[in-house]
C-alpha cells in the first residue's frame, strides 16, 4: 500500500470523495473502513438507501465486473463480500425503522447448490424496511425448506434467489412441488438474481422476475393489493 492511502482520513474527505474510497475498499475487502465510510455518510445525513445503493450496491458492481474478467479471485470476493455485509448490518436496522404494520409475509432462500446471498439480504432488508414480514431462509435450500416454511408460516409471498445459471432450474423444481401439493395458488411466487430474466421466470411458473431490491418491493405491493382486491370481490359475488 502507498504512503499516501495509508494517510487518508476517511471523515475528512468530501461525499464524493469518500464514496470512491468506499468502492476502494469494498474492492480490498477493508470491512472496518467500510463500517467507518457507513456511519460518516450516514453522519452526515444520507438517506440508508442512499448509502447502501451508492456506496455499496455500486462497489459490489465493480467488485463483480473484475471477477468475471478474471482480475478477482474467490479469496478477495469473499473479503469484499465480508465488508458489505458488514455495512449492510448497519443498515438493516435503519432500512426497516418504518415502524409500519406488516403489510404482508415473505419466506426467501437462496436455493440448492447456491451460497449466495449478499443479493438475498439486500431484499430481505428493503422488503422489511417497506413493512414486510420476512422469514429468510439463508443459502442452499432445497425444496424440503421451502415447503416447511411454506407450511409453518403461511406466507403471502415465497421468494427465491439464484446466482448460477446451474442453480437457476432449482426454482422450478420447488414450484412443481407447490403444485404436487396444490398450494402453488395459494401464494405469490417471486424469483430473482442476476443471471434470470423475465422469460425465465414465467419458464418456470414463478409470477414475476425481479430485477433488484427495490423492484421486488414495488411488485411484491403491487400483487399483494391485487390479490386481496380480488378475494373481496370473490367474497362479495
Ligand atoms: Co460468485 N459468481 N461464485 N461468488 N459471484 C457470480 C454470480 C458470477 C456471475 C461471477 C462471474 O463470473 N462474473 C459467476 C456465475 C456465472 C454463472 O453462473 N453464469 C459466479 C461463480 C462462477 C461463482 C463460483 C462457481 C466461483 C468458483 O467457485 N469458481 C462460486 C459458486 C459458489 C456456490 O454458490 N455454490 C462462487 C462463489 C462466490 C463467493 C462465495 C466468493 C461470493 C459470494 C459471497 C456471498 O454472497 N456471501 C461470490 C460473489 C460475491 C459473486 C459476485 C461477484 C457478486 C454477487 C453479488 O453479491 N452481487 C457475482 C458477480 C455478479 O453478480 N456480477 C458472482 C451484488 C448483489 C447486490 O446483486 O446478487 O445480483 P445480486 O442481487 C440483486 C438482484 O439480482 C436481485 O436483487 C438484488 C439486490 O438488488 N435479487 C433478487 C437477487 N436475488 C433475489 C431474490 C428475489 C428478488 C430479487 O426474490 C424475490
Known amino acids: 500500500m502507498a504512503d499516501d492511502e495509508e494517510d487518508i ?28 465510510g457507513v456511519n460518516i455518510l450516514l453522519g452526515r445525513k444520507w438517506t440508508p438507501y442512499e448509502v447502501l ?3 455499496l450496491v455500486e462497489g459490489m458492481r465493480i467488485v463483480g465486473i473484475d471477477f468475471r474478467d478474471g482480475i478477482l479471485f474467490v479469496p478477495e470476493v469473499l473479503m469484499a463480500a ?11 436496522p435503519l432500512l426497516a425503522e418504518t415502524g409500519a404494520p ?32 420476512v422469514i429468510d431462509l439463508g443459502i442452499n435450500n432445497p425444496v424440503e425448506n421451502y415447503l416447511a416454511a411454506i407450511e409453518e408460516h403461511q406466507p403471502d409471498i415465497i421468494g427465491m434467489s439464484a446466482l448460477l ?9 420447488v414450484i412443481e412441488a407447490m403444485k404436487e ?6 401464494h405469490i411466487v417471486l424469483v430473482g438474481g442476476a443471471p434470470l ?20 418491493v414495488e411488485i411484491a405491493k403491487e400483487m399483494i393489493a391485487e390479490r386481496r382486491r380480488s378475494n373481496s370481490e370473490a367474497m362479495a359475488n
Open 82 to 92: 465480508n465488508a458489505m455485509k458488514a455495512g449492510m448490518f448497519i443498515l438493516r
Open 181 to 186: 401439493k396444490g398450494i402453488r395458488d395459494d
Open 197 to 216: 430474466n423475465e422469460a425465465f421466470a414465467e419458464s418456470v411458473g414463478a409470477d414475476a422476475y425481479c430485477r433488484d431490491a427495490a423492484v421486488t
Open 9 to 36: 482520513v476517511l471523515s475528512e474527505l468530501d461525499d464524493d470523495e469518500l464514496v470512491q474510497q468506499m468502492h476502494d475498499d469494498l474492492y480490498d475487502g477493508l470491512k472496518e473502513e467500510i463500517e467507518e
Open 102 to 133: 406488516s403489510v404482508g409475509k415473505m419466506v426467501i432462500g437462496t436455493v440448492k447448490g447456491d451460497i449466495h446471498d449478499i443479493g438475498k439480504n439486500l431484499v430481505s432488508m428493503m422488503m422489511e424496511g417497506a413493512g414486510f414480514e
Open 53 to 55: 445503493t451508492k456506496a
Open 165 to 173: 445459471t446451474t442453480t437457476m432450474p432449482y426454482m422450478k423444481v
